[in-house]
């Protein structure tokens, strides 16, 4: 199939897209259910997925499809379920009182995707995407990632937000160098699947001599 | 040959690790392994000096000398370790009573550590060290929190999270490095090869450049434990089994210090070393700043050897600031002096704290009369570490300053010294409180003191930091030399 | 008679001189008080009386003692002797310059005052104690004050060997008296007296042992040691107001030696040691004894006087350029 | 030439030999080990001393090339005339405080760990031997800390005392601060020599720009002011000194402080050029007053060794006044005058260490056999132990300068030295130089009046406490190297032109004079200085004069009656048979002089109060503000981590 996916007509497509992104994240900065969250991680995931796809095409890049797998199988699947399990073992299903309430989180994220915005006018640091739009949603997303760890509490809710950070870099990834060379995607997806897997663990530990995912209780150790 | 000896001995001896009926069966097996693998290190340094650069695997490893000089102390100290742990560990585990597997999962965690932190300084490319780092921050993390207190749990989540954040940001710096390369006409294959990033590095984008290295300063410098990332870093020290802490700051900062400097030698390539020496400058002197007043208040010993760490971490990170090549010199010489001294620091500490059932330094007193060999050489490592001669730390400690006079950065170096006064004073306040002063206690003799590996595993590195304080060995100064000339671009001879 | 007989001629003679005229002074002094207060007073020859006496009379000295103390009369005697060599009664030895100038004099002093207060704590009795701590006290502000009011008179004369000093005093090209000198006199003439331990300072005639400062640290001595002691503190006595007199009166300094010279200096020499124990027994009747810290004010005046003569002389000397 | 090397190459040798040997033996048994570091010590100090002799009378010098390879760091001894005096009045004190030691170290035994004593006390010598000729600024550093390191060791070595805790951190913490400071100064002056040589250092000023030079002689002066002890940088003496065992103290004292006063002289006058005459008049300000405070600090102690401390920090004082008026003269030019001031300072420096060395041990006789510091608690040792007595007596005679000991020949030449200044054209020298010679004369009289409170306090009178009972006579090494230094004293005393004559060479190495013409030192051998207000003094008559007049003394009574006889009988107190509750306490003795100064009397803990203390409170306040930062919870630190990461976004775009 010779390429149809020209520039011009991807480029409205994957906009739309980049806003589901911004969207989702936002949304999980919003949102105080765990389960919701893992559902906004999921569907960010897959519209990632999807991005992939068509930019891979639209570059007509050999190794799209095999990118495109892992991440359905690392993003889509493995960590939701993961988390899911795990939420479902400490029965901790509800963020209580988060450090910084949802609306400011939610007003902080949109000041921060100004921010990101404006600086990639100013200094033009979109210039090194194909699709700018989607190189400040990434850059967004990732310190949107950074405020969700930030305002709360649950040692999940922090880990769904270093996976939201790791979104936003796979994005980044996408749509600056499309598909890095192999060892490195192997490697990296490795690590997400064992390090959903040990945090896991290490919440579960955290529940047995806590008896609470409350990281807040974790403040012992200072000075 | 020796590469795949290098990466096969840890490997091996984790799996025997995993054998041993009763505790007493661990010692041999580590401490013979860890002594293969400080064969294998010597024969291929030899190799390195000769050679100069090795790169084997198509170009998937790359030693040069300054890998090897990480190697060396890697191989040094998880020397030491091992001749430590053979005795700390089975007393401690007696202390929590622990089960004949937890020593298993230690040992075999131990040395999948080493294995990893070899594999990092060895791998040419800088996407297989960060996948490395993280590795390593997942197996510490379970090192960490090897006694399953509330408080080593708290402090092993604490090094996941932030870690982990801080690695995030590396990889962006990677992907914004490897863009770079690739728009500058570089092959995508070759392009996250370090050695051929370098050689195309004078064509890359200058603001891209700096804006991944801001990124990979951050993000490693979060697993270094540079201030302000430095937070997680007491609480991990002081938690880990003291082996750990040992193998962490002596080890483990270097081997993240390198992935930066390695990256350093990249940018300073293509954007010339002004920016990349004032920021490393802003970020030593912040640290080595903010180490002054939690070692000042510091009530727990493991905790002030940390920020004693954070310190020292400070002053090598300044020392490349300085950017000469005598600074460098001393920062790279003080990168080894730093593993071993702090090293013997945590062991004899480690010691004080298991005969007195605390960490606590108030109620440690007059350890040099209730425990002689450790007290002693506790009191002599803490004036090793604090820079005063004759030993090495003094050395490279003054070189930097020399360095920094010289390069006319007046403040910085007045405030070098400033700083370094102000916690020479506080950590011997805090030494000589625990060592000397009359004791309750009664006395106990030199035999159940310390065991005889303990001793040498104390004695070794007093050893080796008092030699370099007078006689630096050719090989190591040409190592040292070499790494200066990879760093800076020419040597100090 | 070749020079170096002559000195030696001129040292014995000088010690012998000493030796000899320190009594009588002491007691002219006393005399001249007893009659200036309406008594007989003494007889003149009663210093050597009291002498023969101490040297006759059994020696008991406190059994807590050792050597130092039965030592200390000798050391304190010899020492006080010593000194007397560098100050010329009425006629001037050349060779003396090789002994030491005023700083040898003041230390040779504070030897013999060392060794006096030591054996003083040594018998182990409070009035002793006391007094050689007051003693102690005394010579602390003595010591500087009276080495400034010397240099100051060694810088007038660009030595410091007392008898140059005197005679450069004769013939000073400056405008003879200056106001320095003058000053630098005064002070060391308040210092003198308490160097030699008198009213207003201390009083020798006392027999209240609080009181007692320098009678109060022989009070252990008897017989022979205190025989000396007495005599090394007349001769210390004699010393100084030679010393002094000297000074005021720089005249009559021979150094060729006929009969008639030496007959006119020894008589002009008797005269100014008349003069200036006068003084000093009019002093004591009219002034009384002040308190032990009220000393300090005094002695402190003292030096300040002199280190305005000092900055005098450096004003003067100014214009008198030197190297 | 070639001896020399040989000698001193020997000497090092047999310094570390002895170390090791004694560590090893002393591990064994302790009498074996103190033994051998003895013997070692006093053969390796013999070989020193004739090689520096050597050097000091043919003025030649010689370099020696150590074991040592580190980047910038040339390793070579150097001996010149000048560093051959220090290792001259090193090796000299050394041997007799080693004899000093065998029997001290066998009382005290109990006490320490004698196998690390013995040990360090080797490597302690030898430290200071190579300090004082290493020919380069990082060698010297290195010697210099680790000097500190050991002394530091020998401090704490009864390290079950909280004492010696607190004074070796004082004494450390002090040391260093000066040490940064020397640090400072090599390092700019290496900036401008371009290597840390000390030839390259020669006429480094000429490099500088203007009044660099004044900078780096204050560096200078607080750097070797620490260690030498000038107020108020002299907090850690008083501590240390009595923490320390009392041959580690005669050895501080005596010789460890001296260092600093070789290292002062060496930057100022070989690499510093004092251009200003301000330079010395501000010092000998310092000095003149360091003197007085001391003497009046010890004229208060209670406590033995504290109170030698303090008259060590007053001799301090007394030493620089001549390196002062060095100053001063050579600034004006007149390098003559100055080579005799600095043979002067370095004479009284001898003195000191003699005297002071002697002292010490002999309070270490007497607390070692009494096993009390605080000598009101102590009297009428004199008849337990007649030898020490007599020693230190004479000690005591030549500290306070009395004729015809040591200490006066130097005094009398500090005072000649001082009037010289009145040549000079400035009326504010002149003015300063005369004022502070009667100061001076005060100092020693307050000196006596405190030595009399001390002596008097251990030896004379009735024993104040039972602790004298048990005491007696210390063992002969003791005596023996206590007969040593007073003997010292008193032939120094008598022949002062002879050591002079040795000194001269270093003085004129220092000034690079050809010669200090020590005809300005001697009048056919009577001492006497030219071209100042003139003034003679020959010891050797003044012996002979007191002597035959004590003789005159002791004749004269017997000629008038010859059997009189002498009987001994109780103290009279009012007809109450003695007690020693009548006596005058040494507290008592003093107090007079104390109410006279109570004006210029700063209390003793001031410089800590008011200097030390509030740094140290600021710090600490601040650091607890600080501390908060690290509060312990996650959210917090990713918080930082995230302004780190906007921050430098933000550096980068700029």
């Known amino acids: 199939m010779n ?47 999807i991005i992939t796809l068509i930019i891979g095409f639209s570059i007509n890049n050999p190794e799209t499809l095999r990118i495109a797998i892992i991440t359905l199988l690392g993003k889509c699947i493995v960590i939701p379920l993961a988390l899911n399990f795990v939420i479902d073992k400490s029965q901790a299903n509800k963020e209580v009182v988060p450090i910084i309430s949802p609306s400011t989180t939610v007003l902080i994220a949109s000041a921060l995707i100004a921010f990101v915005y404006g600086l990639s006018m100013t200094q033009n640091f979109g210039r090194i995407a194909y699709y700018p739009g989607l190189f400040n949603a990434a850059i967004s997303i990732i310190l949107i990632g950074l405020l969700i760890m930030i305002s ?31 060892v490195v995607e192997m490697g990296i997806s490795l690590d997400l699947f064992i390090g959903v897997l040990i945090m896991g663990v290490w919440t579960l530990r955290i529940k047995q001599s806590f008896d609470s995912i409350d990281v807040s209780k974790l403040s012992k150790l200072k000075g | 040959m020796e590469i795949i000896l290098l990466i096969l001995i840890p490997f091996i001896t984790a799996i025997l690790c995993l054998l041993p009926k009763n505790e007493k069966q661990f010692a041999p097996i580590q401490i013979s392994g860890s002594l293969c693998l400080l064969l294998v290190v010597i024969k291929l340094l030899n190799n390195v000096i000769k050679l100069g650069v090795i790169k084997s695997f198509n170009n998937l490893v790359y030693i040069d000398a300054f890998s090897g000089l990480l190697i060396l102390i890697i191989g040094t100290v998880s020397l030491l370790v091992s001749l430590y742990s053979a005795d700390y560990m089975i007393k401690s585990n007696e202390e929590y009573s622990f089960p004949l597997w937890k020593l298993k999962k230690f040992y075999f965690l131990l040395n999948i550590f080493v294995l990893t932190m070899l594999t990092v300084v060895i791998s040419n490319n800088i996407g297989l060290v960060w996948v490395g780092i993280e590795v390593i921050t997942l197996i510490s993390a379970f090192l960490v929190g090897y006694y399953n207190k509330s408080t080593s749990i708290e402090a092993a989540w604490k090094y996941i999270i932030l870690c982990s954040v801080g690695i995030a940001f590396a990889m962006i710096g990677i992907i914004l490095c490897f863009y770079a390369a690739i728009h500058s006409g570089g092959v995508e294959s070759l392009s996250l090869n370090w050695d051929y990033l370098l050689s195309i590095s004078k064509k890359f984008n200058p603001n891209i450049i700096k804006l991944a290295f801001a990124f990979i300063l951050i993000g490693y410098g979060t697993k270094v434990g540079l201030a302000p990332m430095h937070s997680w870093l007491p609480d991990a020290y002081s938690e880990a089994p003291t082996p750990v802490s040992a193998l962490l700051s002596g080890v483990l900062l270097k081997c993240s210090l390198y992935s930066i400097i390695r990256f350093t030698i990249i940018a300073n390539e293509s954007i010339g070393a002004a920016f990349t020496n004032n920021m490393l400058l802003f970020f030593g002197m912040f640290s080595i700043a903010l180490s002054v007043p939690f070692i000042m208040t510091q009530n727990q010993i493991k905790r002030l ?38 090293t013997l620091m945590f062991f004899t500490a480690g010691n004080l704290s298991l005969k007195f059932q605390t960490k606590d330094i108030s109620k440690i007193k007059s350890a040099i009369n209730i425990m002689p060999f450790s007290g002693t050489i506790f009191l002599i490592g803490a004036l090793a570490l604090m820079g005063s001669p004759p030993f090495s730390v003094f050395l490279s400690e003054f070189y930097i300053i020399r360095a920094g006079i010289l390069e006319k950065h007046w403040v910085i170096s007045s405030l070098f010294i400033l700083f370094s006064l102000i916690i020479f004073g506080a950590i011997m306040y805090q030494t000589m409180n625990m060592t000397i002063g009359n004791s309750t206690e009664e006395k106990n003799n030199l035999r159940e003191e310390v065991s005889k590996l303990g001793v040498l595993a104390l004695v070794i590195p007093l050893f080796i930091i008092t030699l370099l304080s007078v006689w630096i060995p050719a090989p190591l100064f040409k190592l040292l030399n070499r790494s200066v000339e990879i760093i800076h671009g020419k040597g100090i001879l | ?131 050689s701590s007051r003693e102690m006290m005394l010579s602390v502000l003595i010591e500087p ?14 030595s410091t060997q007392i008898p140059t000093i005197i005679t450069s005093l004769v013939k000073h090209d400056l405008t003879f008296p200056s106001i320095s000198y003058v000053l630098a006199i005064f002070a060391l003439f308040i210092i003198s007296i308490a160097e030699i331990g008198r009213i207003p300072f201390d009083n020798q005639e006392t027999h209240y042992e609080l009181t007692m400062i320098h009678e109060g640290m022989l009070l252990e001595y008897s017989g022979k040691l205190l025989g000396l002691m007495v005599w090394a503190n007349w001769l210390k006595q004699l010393i100084i107001i030679s010393l002094i007199c000297n000074l005021i009166f720089p005249w009559g300094i021979i150094n060729k030696f006929t009969l008639i010279s030496i007959s006119t200096g020894l008589a002009f020499y008797i005269l100014k040691i008349l003069i200036i124990s006068i003084i000093i027994t009019l002093g004591e009747t009219v002034i009384a004894k002040v308190r032990l810290f009220r000393v300090k004010d005094i002695l402190v005046t003292s030096f300040a006087i002199s280190v305005l003569a000092l900055i005098l002389v450096i004003q003067e000397l100014g214009r008198v350029s030197m190297p | 030439m070639e001896n020399n090397i040989l000698l001193l190459e020997f000497s090092i040798l047999f310094f570390i030999i002895g170390a090791l040997f004694s560590l090893v033996l002393g591990l064994y048994s302790n009498k074996l080990g103190i033994y051998t570091s003895s013997i070692f010590a006093i053969i390796a100090a013999l070989f020193s001393l ?41 090796s000299l004190i050394s041997i007799s405080v080693s004899i000093f030691s065998i029997g001290y170290l066998k009382s005290e035994s109990t006490k320490t760990s004698i196998p690390l004593l013995v040990f360090l006390y080797n490597l302690f010598l030898l430290s200071m031997i190579l300090l004082v000729s ?60 371009g290597s840390f040589s000390f030839e390259s250092f020669h006429g480094v000023y000429k490099k500088m720009p203007d009044n660099l030079n004044l900078l780096l002689f204050i560096f200078a002066l607080i750097g070797f002011g620490t260690k030498a002890g000038l107020i108020p940088l002299h907090i850690w003496l008083p501590e240390a000194h009595p923490a320390a065992p009392s041959h580690i103290s005669a050895l501080m004292s005596g010789v460890m402080i001296k260092t600093a006063i070789y290292g002062l002289l060496r930057v100022t006058f070989e690499f510093l050029n004092p251009n200003s005459y301000w330079w010395g008049v501000c010092l000998l300000l310092v ?18 060794k504290r109170l030698l401390a303090y008259s060590s920090i007053e001799n301090i004082g007394i030493i620089f006044i001549p390196i002062s008026t060095g100053i001063i003269f050579y600034s004006l030019r007149l390098y003559d005058l100055a080579a005799i001031s600095l043979v002067i300072s370095l004479f009284h420096t001898l003195n000191h260490s003699i005297f002071k060395s002697l002292l010490f041990m002999a309070s270490g006789s007497v607390i070692s056999t009494t096993h009390t510091r605080s000598f009101s608690k102590l009297g009428g040792l004199i008849k337990k132990m007649p030898k020490t007595s007599l020693f230190f007596l004479i000690g005591v005679l030549a500290i306070c300068a009395f004729p015809p000991l040591n200490g006066f020949a130097s005094e009398w030449l500090i005072f000649q030295n001082l009037l010289a200044l009145f040549n000079t054209s400035s009326n504010v020298i002149k003015t300063i130089g005369i004022i502070s010679a009667s100061l001076l004369g005060l100092t020693g009289a307050i000196c006596i009046a405190t030595f009399i409170k001390l002596f008097s306090g251990i030896f004379m009178a009735m024993p104040r406490t039972h602790l004298v009972e048990y005491a007696q006579e210390s063992s002969k090494s003791m005596i023996f190297s206590l007969f040593i230094s007073s003997s010292l004293c008193l032939l120094i005393g008598l022949f002062p032109l002879f050591t002079i004559s040795l000194i001269c060479p270093a003085a004129s190495t220092l000034i690079n004079l050809s010669q200090v013409n020590s005809a300005a030192f001697s009048n056919n051998q009577i001492l006497h200085i030219n071209n100042t207000v003139s003034g003679h003094y020959s010891p050797t008559l003044i012996l002979l004069l007191l002597l035959s007049f004590s003789f005159l003394g002791f004749i004269i009574p017997k000629l008038v009656n010859n059997k009189t006889t002498t009987r001994k009988d109780e103290t009279w107190s009012c007809g109450i048979s003695p007690k020693a509750e009548f006596e005058y306490t040494p507290t008592g003795f003093i107090q007079p002089i104390e109410v006279i100064f109570s004006g210029l009397h700063i209390p003793k803990d001031f410089y800590y109060k008011w200097i030390y203390l509030p740094i140290y409170d600021v710090l600490n306040k601040f650091s607890y503000k600080v501390k908060t930062v690290q509060s312990g919870v996650v959210q917090v630190y990713l918080t930082y981590i995230f302004i780190a990461l906007v921050i430098s976004i933000i550096w980068v775009s700029l």
């Open chain 3, 145 to 158: 004050v009276m080495l400034l009011s010397l240099i100051v008179l060694c810088l007038l004369s660009n």
């Open chain 4, 134 to 193: 290493a020919n380069d600024a990082l060698l010297f550093l290195i010697f210099w800390e680790s000097m500190t390191l050991i002394s530091y060791g020998l401090i704490i070595s009864n390290t079950s005392s909280d004492e010696s805790r607190s004074a070796g951190f004082i004494y450390l913490l002090m040391t260093h601060i000066g040490s940064a400071f020397l640090l400072f100064l090599f390092l700019i002056m290496a900036n401008y020599s």
């Open chain 3, 1 to 131: 008679m070749n020079i170096e007989t002559k000195n030696i001629i001129l040292i014995l003679s000088q010690i012998i001189g000493l030796l000899l005229l320190s009594p009588m002074v002491n007691s002219v002094i006393k005399k001249m008080k007893g009659l200036l207060q309406g008594r007989k007073g003494i007889p003149l020859f009663q210093g050597y009386y009291d002498l023969t006496k101490y040297f006759h009379k059994e020696t008991v000295i406190s059994d807590q003692t050792s050597w130092i103390f039965s030592t200390t009369p000798l050391i304190v005697f010899s020492s006080t002797l010593t000194a007397g060599l560098f100050v010329p009664m009425f006629f001037e030895i050349e060779s003396i310059g090789m002994f030491g100038g005023v700083i040898l004099f003041v230390y040779l002093l504070s030897l013999g005052r060392f060794f006096m207060s030591l054996a003083a704590m040594e018998p182990g009795s409070g009035f002793c104690g006391m007094a």
């Open chain 2, 305 to 342: 050897l940390a920020y004693s760490s954070l310190e020292h971490i400070g002053i090598i990170v300044t020392g490349l600031g300085i950017g000469s090549p005598l600074s460098i010199f001393g920062a790279v010489f003080h990168m080894f002096n730093h593993a071993i001294t702090k």
């Open chain 4, 50 to 90: 004739l090689s520096s002799v050597n050097v000091l009378l043919h003025k030649n010098s010689f370099k020696i090339e150590l074991p040592i390879n580190i980047p910038l760091l040339t390793p070579i001894l150097s001996v010149d005339p000048f560093s051959a005096f220090f290792i001259f009045l090193i």
């Open chain 1, 152 to 182: 709360r509490k649950k040692a999940l809710t922090q880990i769904i937000g270093l996976y939201v950070m790791e979104n936003g870099i796979f994005a980044l990834t996408l749509d600056t160098v499309f598909g890095m060379p192999f």
């Open chain 1, 3 to 49: 390429n149809f996916l020209t520039q011009e007509f991807t480029t409205p497509i994957i906009s739309y897209f980049t806003v589901v992104l911004l969207l989702m994240s936002i949304l999980i900065t919003g949102s105080n259910r765990l389960k919701s969250i893992v559902k906004f991680y999921l569907l960010q995931s897959s519209c990632l997925v």
């Open chain 4, 287 to 304: 000095a003149v007053s360091t003197a007085l405070v001391g003497i009046i600090y010890a004229s208060q102690e209670n406590d033995i």
